[in-house]
């Protein structure tokens, strides 16, 4: 089975950029569509962006739209967040997913593999 690790977070101000990663094992990568998810002190762990399996396709949340981007290189066996214009509301742990499944979903239950999360804090 797939294991994740996020990388990237850290500490910025508002209107900053910062770029996650996703880095996973194996050799079966390209057949899991991937997400990013976040989760604010408490909140619920929410949606935040999905990729397909080829990353042909993509989905965002209203909130990020606009101003981040999913990416994968699936011979790097590596997803990525592009964050742009971070504001104070986007502070959260950031979750990397993995799921076995054909479409690009934002349920976090159809998601089955999960990193650790990296801590992005936006400053005001």
């Known amino acids: 089975q797939v294991q994740l690790v996020e990388s990237g977070g850290g500490l910025v101000q508002a209107g900053d950029s910062l770029r996650l990663s996703c880095a996973a094992s194996?050799?079966?990568?390209?057949?899991?569509?991937m997400g990013w998810f976040r989760q604010a002190p408490g909140k619920e762990r929410e949606f935040v962006a999905t990729?397909?399996?080829?990353?042909?396709?993509?989905r965002y949340a209203e909130s990020v739209k606009g101003r981040f981007t999913i990416s994968r290189d699936n011979a790097k066996n590596t997803m990525y967040l592009q964050m742009i214009s971070l504001k104070p509301e986007d502070t959260a742990v950031y979750y990397c997913?993995?799921?076995?499944?054909?479409?690009?979903?934002?349920?976090?239950?159809?998601?089955?593999?999960w990193g650790q999360g990296t801590q992005v804090t936006v400053s005001s």
């Open positions: 194996g050799r079966t990568f390209s057949s899991y569509t």
């Open positions: 997913a993995a799921a076995s499944i054909i479409a690009i979903s934002a349920i976090t239950n159809e998601y089955h593999t």
């Open positions: 990729i397909s399996r080829s990353g042909g396709s993509t």
